[in-house]
Structure formats: C-alpha cells, structure tokens
C-alpha cells in the first residue's frame, strides 16, 4: 500500500491500531473492486500526510474484514470513519471532495 502514512487495518490489528490509538483515527472502509474507493484513495492518503502525527490514517478491505465492517453498520462505501478514544464520532458515506472530507474530519483532530 502506497504511503507511509497509511495504515493497513485488519481484524487482526483494529483493536490496537484503531481503539485504542492515543490519536484520532480515521479508517477508509473500501475494496479493491469499488470505482469511488480507488477515486477518494489518493485524496486519503493525501490526507494522511498533510495530518501526520495528529491523525493516523488506516484503511481497511471490507471483503477480507468484514465482520468489522458489519459491526460499525457500513452498508456501502467507501465509508469513511473518525474514531476518538475508542469510539467512531464521524462517518462520511460515498465519494466526497477533499474540502468536504477536511471538513467532516478537522473537527476530530
């Protein structure tokens, strides 16, 4: 995955990757064979290196994940999510400019 900023989230590290993160966190649910999910990916992980070391940046595949998906109620995606302490406090659903995205997410950071 391309960035050093970007996290690959999985089942196997959310727990320690994304609850229990000191910083905000911001997950982009997507899959491979997802046309939004390719086209919000480069402002993501653009996204990722503009707000390094204040938000960690993971995006999970929610055909490999996706008992995680199911448990945060993502219907469709991409779905973009801020968790805070644990807990999501932001969702944005579908394909959004970077401005909309900054806007959803800057409040969290």
Known sequence: MAGENLHTITQANFNDEVLKSAQPVLIDFWAPWC???????PIVEQMAGELAGRLKVGKL???ENGAIASQYGVMSIPTLMVFKNGEPVER???LRSKKDLQAAILSHV
């Open 35 to 41: 046309g939004p999910c390719r086209m919000i990916a």
């Open 61 to 63: 595949n929610v055909d």
């Open 92 to 94: 944005v659903v579908g």
